[in-house]
């Protein structure tokens, strides 16, 4: 069974970049044929997602959000990253993990971290 | 303003059928598959639907899902009350600013 697990601070400074990792078990990202999003939930609010990473290396970003994101991937560890530059208040949110096997599709989920950026 | 369309809020009964819609263009749902998710509250989101009209393992058929030109629609039928949750449909949007999209989604409650 696959599982993923956010990891990273849950207070981040306005202007400072926001770093998460999520740790893939149960399965291995270097075998392949599955994307590795990072997507986000404003409080009380819909889906948005951030980008995806493919085992090699590939990435594709949310246009809205490109300028500012990093999304990396080490698979001698099974983790893949998120870094958000440049936070603002407007950047407060559950941010998930999650696999798919396509462009969408979203099987496996992290349990989610909450990220608040405040001073 | 989310891209995908779907009602804020749907009701009903126990044991009754619901459908919920997800409304988009021909540069998402109209060229893409199209999957929905389940969310409880305080949960991840949790694959219902994938391919318009597919269900992982371990989803009962009670969950159905279709797609007809640029919209999808979500069905339940034998409502329970553990079926009380937010629901998204999601895509690909291949326009040129090309990214995964969500519907802003549905609260169901199961009165």
């Known amino acids: 069974q696959v599982q993923l697990q956010e990891s990273g601070p849950g207070l981040v400074k306005p202007s400072q970049t926001l770093s998460l990792t999520c740790t893939v078990s149960?399965?291995?990202?270097?075998?392949?044929?599955?994307?590795w999003s990072w997507i986000r939930q404003h409080p009380g609010k819909g889906l948005e997602w951030i980008g995806y990473?493919?085992?090699?290396?590939?990435?594709y970003y949310n246009p809205s959000l490109k300028s500012r994101v990093t999304i990396s991937v080490d698979t001698s560890k099974n983790q893949f990253s998120l870094k958000l530059s440049s936070v603002t208040a407007a950047d407060t949110a559950v941010y998930y993990c999650?696999?798919?096997?396509?462009?969408?599709?979203?099987?496996?989920w992290g349990q989610g971290t909450l990220v608040t950026v405040s001073s | 303003q989310s891209v995908l369309t779907q009602p804020p809020s749907v009701s009903a009964a126990p044991g009754q059928k619901v459908t919920i819609s997800c409304s988009g263009s021909?540069?998402?749902?109209?060229?893409?598959?199209v999957s929905w998710y389940q969310q409880l509250p305080g949960t991840a989101p949790k694959l219902l639907i994938y391919?318009?009209?597919k269900r992982p393992s371990g989803i009962p058929d009670r969950f159905s899902g279709s797609k007809s030109g640029t919209s999808a629609t979500l069905g339940i039928t034998g409502l329970q009350t553990g079926d009380e949750a937010d629901y998204y449909c999601?895509?690909?949007?291949?326009?040129?600013?090309?990214?995964?999209?969500f519907g802003g989604g549905t609260k169901l409650t199961v009165l």
């Open positions: 999650a696999r798919s096997f396509g462009v969408d599709g979203f099987d496996y």
């Open positions: 149960g399965g291995s990202i270097s075998s392949g044929g599955y994307y």
């Open positions: 990473i493919y085992y090699s290396g590939s990435t």
């Open positions: 021909s540069s998402n749902i109209g060229n893409n598959y």
């Open positions: 391919d318009n009209n």
């Open positions: 999601g895509t690909w949007d291949s326009s040129l600013s090309a990214h995964v999209v």
